[in-house]
Every structure is written in C-alpha cells, then in structure tokens.
C-alpha cells in the first residue's frame, strides 16, 4: 500500500516525458528520421465513441482536444501533444511557450491521495481527465512556477503497465 504522506514513495513510478508541438505529424517525422525514434501510437483525445470521458480546466469543465503521439525510449515514455481545440492547459503552454517539455509524469496507484497531499502543500490540479484506458484517469498540476514544469499523476489500471495504449478501430489496445 502506497504512503499517501511520502513523497518517495507517491513519486516513484517515473514513466513520461510530455511534449508540446504545434503539429504532431511533423514532429514524429523529423523524430522517426532523424533520431530513429518510434513506433509511433498515434490518438485523437479524447477518444471517439467514448461517453465516460471527464475533463477539467482549471477547475471547471472543460472542453478541449488533442492530438497524441507515444513512443517508448527506454524506460521512459515520450509523449507529443498537439492542442487541437479549446481551452487547455496544453494551448496555454504552446500560446506562452512556444513548443517544448510541458511535463513528466508518475503513475500512482489512486488520485486522490495525491490530490490531496499536493492540496496540502498549495499545489493545486490545473488540469485534469480521464485517461485512454477506461478506469484510468491523469492530472495535471499548477508547479510550473514552482518547478519550472507541469508534474502529472496517472490513475493506473490494475493490472496494466501504465503505458499509453494504443486505439485501433475505436478498441483500446495492451
């Protein structure tokens, strides 16, 4: 059982780097040709079909979409993100910012402990939503200012890796 008061032991489970880019298409052909990086999983969020899915912005519901791409680098995950439409994080990131790492992430066995230690600490959810896989859920927080970066939480699916599936033909896949 995870110690919801240890952070050695909420942020343990290391497994993404989130970037974002203003053309996901673009960015996985110069990564593929250039460094050698893919496969690829390739996703529109949020998925298609799906009527479970939450999304928060700040606090209140939200109402923005994006483009994903996944591949695996090791241990680690990367992640592109293409803001497609409304209000997010992920424009915001890409308005300010310009292209670039937006955050890393851990997965964590349940969300609110984390939400509620981070509460705790005056960090507060900028952003969050359910995740690809249905029962999983992802968290974005307000530590830019605090660390330079956004930190996410996953929910995991028991029994899963904790990896960003892929989708084909609307069908979650691994």
């Given at each position: 059982m995870q110690d919801a008061t240890n952070p050695?032991?909420?942020f343990n489970d290391f497994v993404q780097i989130g970037v974002i880019v203003p053309d996901v298409d673009r960015s996985i052909k110069a990564l593929s040709e250039v460094f050698g990086i893919g496969p690829w999983r390739v996703i529109d969020w949020p998925p298609e079909g799906r009527t479970?899915?939450?999304k928060f912005y700040h606090g209140e519901p939200g109402d923005f979409t994006a483009r994903m791409a996944f591949a695996e680098l090791g241990?680690?995950?990367l992640e592109l993100?293409?803001?497609v439409a409304g209000q997010s994080?992920?424009?915001d990131?890409?308005?300010d910012h310009g292209p670039g790492i937006h955050h890393i992430r851990f997965n964590v066995p349940e969300m609110e402990p984390v939400v509620e230690y981070l509460a705790g600490r005056g960090v507060g959810v900028a952003q969050?939503?359910?995740g690809i896989r249905p029962g999983t859920s992802w968290a974005n927080f307000d530590t830019e200012q605090l660390v330079g970066f956004i930190i996410e939480v996953m929910k995991t699916a028991p029994g899963s890796s904790g990896r960003t599936p892929a989708i084909v033909n609307g069908e979650v896949q691994g």
């Open positions: 050695k032991e909420i479970d899915i939450r241990p680690v995950e993100i293409q803001p994080i992920w424009a990131f890409l308005a969050m939503g359910s």
